[in-house]
């Protein structure tokens, strides 16, 4: 076997290098504390399409997701992070190679008073240095960074997905909105309506002023929610201009006044897939590989460093004889810490403390994942319940109103039991409509958590 003492300084090196780099590259990455979770409790079978706004079948809807998904400053900004990222990678892959210089200066040299001669000088050359990465350091930093760069690609996915979500849901509430303030102005005309009935009744002594009172205020009642609604109109207006990428004064093109069908519920999938789905998980799975590499890279920094330099360079008395002469060098510079006071150890310890809080980041990541989709598939659920609760009350309202119409018509029951009567089927049928657009919500709610349909584009917005 041969021995250390027998073998070549470089070839030395090269050998403890090898067996380092192994410890150092190979280093495992820590599993994160997450116990196995089981299937999801959703039971739909529909395939959720690629891009998931499209289920809800609008065409407006589709229109605007894409308008603010090409002009969304906020997106704007996620991309640029995503170029930027790419960029330090180019910046620290550019260690792996070697730095080469060149060079060319001028001199002239003249005597003052008493002399005779001068001397003009041209020199010219080439000066390379090269850093050998024995120990993998710079590469772990290159990988590093390359990490970041792709968990930066994911939150540039991840607010894609946000930017459409927070349009449906814009949307919806101003379907809403809209189809409300219909809904109002309806009942403020059959409201006075039966106002209009109740002053013919009183000028023939058929009802009671104090009945014609109540009516007027039932009408002023429902005709104060209009302006509200208008402004919440207004307000969700604005927003989903700033979403476009627009003032929010320039307005935006915008006519639905009914809620979209709810549409069929989709496959959920297993909890396996949804991790390898969803954006920012993967963005948090990045992290934790980059943080690795910054440890490799810390460690690697505690070992000898390499250096290679070398120039190539030529001088004359003039340009006519600047390649007479040439001169060559080659150097090898070996630095080694002895010294630091702790302080790459003390890196190593802190990229290691790094690297377990992406881990426990990325184990939150995936609870709040299954939280996410668990929490949809129930809000939906149970907004369905509600739903249909409502709608029986609004089926029995109808009824007794329909009778106590009749009664009081017959002198049977008084005015107030016929009001009242009104105001709570009026309040249900709003009611109805703002359950219908939650639940809607619901699944907005559900596409996002399943991360379907977002695709990095490979070109990115367009530079500004």
């Given at each position: 076997?041969?021995?250390?003492?027998?073998?070549?300084?470089?070839?030395?090196?090269?050998?403890?290098?090898?067996?380092?780099?192994?410890?150092?590259?190979?280093?495992?990455?820590?599993?994160?504390?997450?116990?196995?979770?089981?299937?999801?409790?959703?039971?739909?079978?529909?395939?959720?399409?690629?891009?998931?706004?499209?289920?809800?079948?609008?065409?407006?809807?589709?229109?605007?997701?894409?308008?603010?998904?090409?002009?969304?400053?906020?997106?704007?900004?996620?991309?640029?992070?995503?170029?930027?990222?790419?960029?330090?990678?180019?910046?620290?892959?550019?260690?792996?190679?070697?730095?080469?210089?060149?060079?060319?200066?001028?001199?002239?040299?003249?005597?003052?008073?008493?002399?005779?001669?001068?001397?003009?000088?041209?020199?010219?050359?080439?000066?390379?240095?090269?850093?050998?990465?024995?120990?993998?350091?710079?590469?772990?930093?290159?990988?590093?960074?390359?990490?970041?760069?792709?968990?930066?690609?994911?939150?540039?996915?991840?607010?894609?997905?946000?930017?459409?979500?927070?349009?449906?849901?814009?949307?919806?509430?101003?379907?809403?909105?809209?189809?409300?303030r219909d809904l109002l102005r309806r009942q403020v005309v059959t409201n006075e309506k039966v106002l209009e009935q109740?002053?013919?009744?009183?000028?023939?002594?058929?009802?009671?002023?104090?009945?014609?009172?109540?009516?007027?205020?039932?009408?002023?009642?429902?005709?104060?929610?209009?302006?509200?609604?208008?402004?919440?109109?207004?307000?969700?207006?604005?927003?989903?201009?700033?979403?476009?990428?627009?003032?929010?004064?320039?307005?935006?093109?915008?006519?639905?006044?009914?809620?979209?069908?709810?549409?069929?519920?989709?496959?959920?999938?297993?909890?396996?897939?949804?991790?390898?789905?969803?954006?920012?998980?993967?963005?948090?799975?990045?992290?934790?590989?980059?943080?690795?590499?910054?440890?490799?890279?810390?460690?690697?920094?505690?070992?000898?460093?390499?250096?290679?330099?070398?120039?190539?360079?030529?001088?004359?008395?003039?340009?006519?004889?600047?390649?007479?002469?040439?001169?060559?060098?080659?150097?090898?510079?070996?630095?080694?810490?002895?010294?630091?006071?702790?302080?790459?150890?003390?890196?190593?310890?802190?990229?290691?403390?790094?690297?377990?809080?992406?881990?426990?980041?990325?184990?939150?990541?995936?609870?709040?994942?299954?939280?996410?989709?668990?929490?949809?598939?129930?809000?939906?659920?149970?907004?369905?319940?509600?739903?249909?609760?409502?709608?029986?009350?609004?089926?029995?309202?109808?009824?007794?109103?329909?009778?106590?119409?009749?009664?009081?018509?017959?002198?049977?029951?008084?005015?107030?039991?016929?009001?009242?009567?009104?105001?709570?089927?009026?309040?249900?049928?709003?009611?109805?409509?703002?359950?219908?657009?939650?639940?809607?919500?619901?699944?907005?709610?559900?596409?996002?958590?399943?991360?379907?349909?977002?695709?990095?584009?490979?070109?990115?917005?367009?530079?500004?």
């Amino acid at each position: 076997m041969l021995q250390a003492r027998h073998l070549p300084f470089p070839l030395a090196c090269a050998l403890l290098a090898a067996s380092t780099v192994s410890c150092v590259r190979e280093r495992s990455l820590l599993p994160p504390p997450v116990p196995a979770a089981r299937t999801f409790s959703g039971e739909g079978a529909a395939v959720a399409p690629d891009s998931w706004w499209t289920a809800f079948h609008s065409d407006e809807l589709n229109s605007l997701i894409a308008r603010a998904l090409a002009s969304s400053l906020d997106l704007g900004i996620a991309w640029e992070r995503f170029r930027e990222a790419g960029a330090i990678v180019d910046r620290e892959r550019s260690a792996l190679f070697p730095d080469v210089d060149g060079f060319l200066e001028g001199r002239s040299e003249r005597g003052g008073s008493g002399f005779r001669s001068g001397q003009d000088r041209i020199e010219m050359g080439l000066a390379a240095s090269y850093e050998l990465d024995l120990w993998g350091r710079i590469e772990s930093a290159v990988e590093a960074n390359r990490f970041r760069e792709e968990a930066t690609q994911a939150d540039y996915e991840a607010a894609q997905l946000s930017i459409a979500a927070e349009v449906a849901v814009t949307w919806l509430r101003l379907v809403e909105g809209r189809a409300r303030r219909d809904l109002l102005r309806r009942q403020v005309v059959t409201n006075e309506k039966v106002l209009e009935q109740l002053e013919n009744r009183f000028d023939v002594g058929d009802s009671r002023s104090v009945d014609v009172l109540r009516q007027e205020q039932l009408v002023s009642a429902t005709r104060q929610l209009i302006p509200a609604e208008e402004s919440r109109i207004g307000v969700l207006e604005n927003r989903l201009a700033v979403l476009l990428g627009n003032p929010a004064q320039n307005g935006v093109d915008f006519a639905s006044r009914a809620l979209p069908s709810l549409p069929a519920l989709p496959d959920t999938g297993v909890p396996g897939d949804l991790v390898q789905r969803r954006p920012d998980v993967r963005a948090a799975l990045h992290r934790v590989e980059a943080a690795n590499a910054d440890v490799a890279a810390a460690i690697s920094d505690q070992f000898p460093r390499i250096t290679l330099s070398g120039s190539l360079l030529t001088e004359g008395g003039g340009a006519e004889r600047l390649f007479d002469n040439w001169a060559r060098s080659f150097a090898a510079n070996l630095v080694t810490p002895l010294l630091d006071a702790g302080q790459r150890r003390a890196e190593v310890r802190r990229s290691e403390a790094v690297e377990r809080r992406a881990v426990y980041a990325y184990g939150q990541a995936i609870l709040v994942s299954f939280q996410e989709v668990e929490d949809a598939l129930l809000q939906e659920r149970k907004q369905g319940e509600v739903i249909r609760e409502l709608r029986l009350r609004i089926d029995l309202a109808e009824k007794t109103y329909d009778q106590l119409f009749v009664e009081y018509t017959n002198g049977v029951s008084d005015f107030i039991d016929l009001l009242t009567a009104l105001a709570d089927l009026q309040a249900l049928r709003r009611d109805l409509l703002e359950a219908e657009r939650l639940r809607l919500e619901f699944r907005v709610s559900l596409y996002r958590a399943l991360a379907g349909g977002i695709v990095t584009r490979t070109k990115g917005m367009p530079d500004s």
